[in-house]
């Protein structure tokens, strides 16, 4: 059962990796218009068919010229995949109208979503949904139009559950959005009958529970909007406390003076929280050179240009702005090679990968001259070691080991010990990176490649060229059983070594697909 359930998950994953995640959500959202454009014909949601498009493209228009002229002044690509999801998702947050004032305050709404992700920003990171910010000032003011809501309908039901597993599942949310689905309906129950208990009305658990389900908007702001990963901290820990905070907010709104924290300012607050969590924003890096550490894998040398905090194993989302990107967008993921204690200076590692066929994104990488600024949006992941001393399990496969070289230098600097064996496979000798800085930790390596690697350091092992899988990797760590296992590779060596891996004290897979 973990065996399959693993094979499909990183299946998944790299096939919805093929594409960014901003024009995965887009297209989602899209599909969820459509379907509610469809039902507006039969009356299953409130607004009409004219209203929607006429709404929509208010909204469109609006936030796509205010996102061009900030953009412009600061001399910023035009993304036009966010400037439309910001337009969907206020389209079907706020009321849809065809009256000359409501489009007004629809039009005003995407023009203060806009301008809150430049102006309410720190170190150049956006601290507030922007859909949640426009919706909330033009509703709590009066500016026209309000927070509707209108998405929590039992006809979306279904659509927004599935096109929003299909995001949380790209963007690994379905956790959190989990936590805060269980919070909002268990404390909109409690609300239910503490409510009706003062007013003496009989409490029905199923009409409540349905309500909660099926007529909320919990699913569409848990799914598109408190997902955002912008707007999340970095650790998973923080991002649950987020959650839950903002399921009590959404599921029980106070009242403060002549409003409600509900809906989109239950979000607009679990926002500060989580910048509170981390007071973290974009950098600027200079490149300061590249070089091979593998006939395929060039690695890249920065110098930060402001206060980068990270914690050993953790990656970073690369901003590389060109022309013309494709499906997959101008950002991607990098672990950090090097250790904390290496800053300012900063480096990342990737594999050239197709060389016919090359993503926008890697043309527009190579192409970067030492001197070149390019931007980190931010940190994430919890791909970090347990604290304590308990020993620890590295499977790496290829440039997968750059998390466990930034791990192992950082324990190295520090001077800490720590009983720690890193199972490393490639496709050859050759292809092992980093091997004189692995080395230099002490850390016991088993090295899995076709032909003997030359010279290998007295507590390297090489397996003698056999293929690595579950019964191999029991074999060379016959005490996986006490050790907490950490992997970083394809999901199809993760899916071979579950069996092997599900018997570790726990388990922490860190899965790539190429960019």
Do not use: C
Not at 38 to 51: R, W
Not at 99 to 115: C, D, I, N, T
Not at 435 to 443: C, D, F, P, V, W
Not at 450 to 459: N, Q, S, V
Request: aromatic share 10%; net charge positive; charged share 15%.
């Amino acid at each position: 059962m973990f065996t399959s359930f693993t094979a499909l998950r990183q299946r998944v994953l790299a096939l919805l990796g093929a594409i960014s995640m901003y024009r995965l959500v887009l297209f989602a959202l899209l599909a969820l218009a459509a379907i509610a454009f469809v039902l507006s014909f039969f009356g299953l949601v409130s607004p009409s068919p004219l209203a929607l498009v006429v709404s929509f493209a208010v909204l469109a228009v609006a936030i796509s010229v205010a996102d061009a002229l900030i953009q412009r002044l600061l001399r910023l690509p035009w993304r036009v995949e966010s400037s439309l999801v910001t337009a969907l998702i206020l389209l079907f947050v706020l009321q849809p109208a065809l009256e000359p004032a409501a489009l007004g305050g629809l039009a005003l709404a995407g023009a203060l979503a806009s301008v809150s992700k430049y102006l309410i920003a720190w170190r150049g990171r956006h601290i507030l949904n922007p859909a949640a910010f426009g919706a909330a000032v033009v509703t709590i003011a009066g500016l026209g139009t309000f927070s509707a809501w209108w998405v929590g309908t039992p006809a979306l039901f279904l659509p927004v559950a599935l096109l929003g597993l299909v995001v949380l599942w790209r963007t690994e949310k379905v956790r959190l959005v989990l936590v805060f689905l269980v919070v909002a309906v268990a404390v909109t129950l409690v609300r239910q009958l503490v409510q009706g208990a003062m007013l003496g009305v009989p409490f029905s658990l199923g009409q409540a529970l349905s309500f909660a389900v099926l007529q909320s908007p919990f699913l569409f702001l848990g799914a598109f909007m408190l997902s955002e990963p912008l707007t999340l901290p970095p650790r998973r820990w923080q991002q649950l406390w987020v959650a839950g905070v903002v399921g009590v907010l959404a599921g029980w709104p106070l009242v403060v003076g002549p409003f409600t924290l509900g809906q989109e300012r239950a979000l607009l607050i679990g926002n500060l929280l989580a910048f509170a969590f981390a007071l973290r924003g974009s950098v600027r890096l200079t490149l300061v050179g590249r070089q091979f550490v593998t006939p395929t894998a060039q690695e890249l040398t920065f110098r930060t240009k402001g206060r980068l905090s990270f914690l050993p194993g953790q990656y970073l989302e690369l901003d590389v702005p060109h022309r013309r990107p494709d499906a997959r967008g101008t950002r991607r993921e990098f672990s950090i090679v090097s250790a904390p204690a290496d800053l300012p200076t900063l480096r990342i590692a990737y594999k050239d990968g197709d060389q016919k066929h090359p993503s926008s994104y890697k043309r527009a990488l190579a192409a970067a001259e030492p001197g070149a600024t390019l931007a980190v949006t931010g940190t994430w992941g919890d791909f970090v070691l347990p604290r304590g001393d308990a020993p620890v399990l590295m499977v790496a496969a290829g440039i997968g080991v750059t998390p466990f070289v930034s791990q192992l230098r950082q324990l190295q600097l520090t001077g800490e010990k720590r009983d720690v064996v890193l199972v490393y496979v490639a496709s050859e000798a050759a292809e092992l990176a980093f091997r004189e800085e692995l080395a230099a930790t002490g850390a016991r390596v088993v090295v899995f490649t076709r032909d003997e690697p030359a010279d290998l350091p007295a507590h390297w092992m090489w397996a003698g060229g056999t293929r690595l899988d579950a019964a191999g990797l029991e074999r060379v760590v016959p005490d996986i059983g006490t050790r907490h296992a950490f992997i970083s590779g394809p999901p199809r060596l993760i899916a071979d070594l579950a069996p092997a891996l599900q018997k570790a004290r726990s388990l922490t897979t860190d899965a790539f697909a190429g960019y």
